[in-house]
């Protein structure tokens, strides 16, 4: 008799508990409940990855910490509203992401024709170094491009600094002794951009015939950037605000730019004196602008009148005082601002006057 009055309360309890265990395991594991904690599209919504007016990421963003995997849209070209308000000085980045040291070796990186090696700051973001002849003209004329509203790496002018652990060096080794280095050029390399493998061509891309296409034809012959090939094209997936994946389509490399264009041995980077000689356009037939340019670029130097309007509609907007932001950025003299600044002002000027803005 005991014993049956004692069997049920048991029984009941252990039933009570397996119902329990099972809701809860239910729970945890349906697939609304992995969305929320692990979408990008989520973490985006949570009111992290709204852009402010400049164009640029809030400063508290928490983009996914992975590459895209998947292929977006393409996109070229993103409006910066008024463009007269942005700052030049960080461009697309920040004083608070800039590269903060110490600085750690990983390894050279031997690809392309200038001498890089690949760091991690003491914040654990990834970077390339960038050292030689190129630093200058590519930081100043990323922050020219971004300001037009094409997409760019995220990158610095650091005067010097010290890296810790290099280990034997090839091409770098002129350029960084015994750990330290003068005038790098900082690229970021956050993994949550896809690099992908092949570029795009000037000759067959989603926006061939398009102003926004033009307008980077036209970007590239204002900087005198001969050395815009298809190979220095490149594709970056990237997600969006919304947790999107975009494929922005980019020029990776400006390093040729602010020199004299030409050929395989006339040509120069960073050149105040031969700038200065440069033309950008040659004339106006008809609704085409020919525009002055002697490279790489695949695209041919001539360009609808409409579209060449709407450029220089934009590219207008830029003050002075903007431009000088941006060779200030890239470590330029004193002299070199003014200079550079006062050539680009021109050549501004000559396309408003070929056009009529």
């Not at 509609?313 to 006062?342: C, H, M, N, V, Y």
Request: proline share 5%; net charge positive; charged share 25%.
């Amino acid at each position: 008799m005991k014993h049956a009055l004692i069997s049920p309360p048991r029984t009941v309890l252990l039933l009570v508990f397996v119902l329990t265990v099972l809701f809860t395991a239910a729970s945890l594991s349906s697939p609304s409940a992995i969305s929320r904690a692990s979408t990008p599209e989520q973490k985006e919504k949570d009111g992290k990855g709204k852009k402010n007016k400049k164009g640029k990421k809030e400063k508290n963003a928490k983009a996914p910490s992975t590459a895209p995997t998947t292929i977006g849209k393409p996109v070229l070209w993103e409006d910066r509203e008024d463009i007269s308000k942005l700052d030049l000085y960080y461009g697309i980045g920040s004083e608070e992401e800039m590269p903060k040291p110490p600085f750690q070796f990983k390894e050279e990186d031997t690809t392309g024709t200038n001498p890089k090696i690949k760091v991690v700051d003491a914040n654990g973001v990834k970077w390339n170094i960038k050292f030689d002849e190129e630093v200058h003209a590519e930081i100043a004329a990323s922050r020219i491009v971004w300001a037009c509203g094409y997409m760019v790496e995220e990158s610095y002018f650091v005067p010097s600094g010290q890296v810790r652990g290099v280990t034997k060096l090839s091409r770098a080794a002129k350029f960084v002794r015994q750990g330290s280095f003068t005038q790098g050029l900082f690229e970021k390399r956050p993994d949550n951009v896809a690099r992908r493998k092949n570029p795009w061509s000037w000759g067959s891309n989603p926006f061939s015939g398009t102003k926004e296409m033009s307008g980077l034809i036209m970007v590239n012959v204002l900087l005198c950037n001969w050395d815009a090939k298809d190979s220095n094209n490149s594709i970056l997936g990237m997600y969006d605000d919304d947790g999107h994946v975009k494929e922005w389509y980019t020029v990776a490399d400006w390093g040729g730019s602010f020199g004299k264009m030409g050929g395989f041995t006339s040509h120069s980077k960073w050149d105040l004196e031969k700038f200065a000689k440069q033309g950008f356009v040659d004339g106006v037939s008809g609704n085409t602008v020919k525009l002055n340019y002697s490279g790489k670029m695949s695209a041919g130097s001539n360009v609808p009148l409409e579209h060449a309007r709407w450029f220089a509609r934009i590219i207008s907007q830029l003050t002075d005082d903007q431009l000088r932001q941006a060779f200030k950025a890239a470590g330029a003299t004193p002299t070199e601002i003014e200079g550079f600044t006062e050539q680009l002002r021109r050549k501004i000027n000559e396309l408003k006057g070929a056009t009529r803005v």
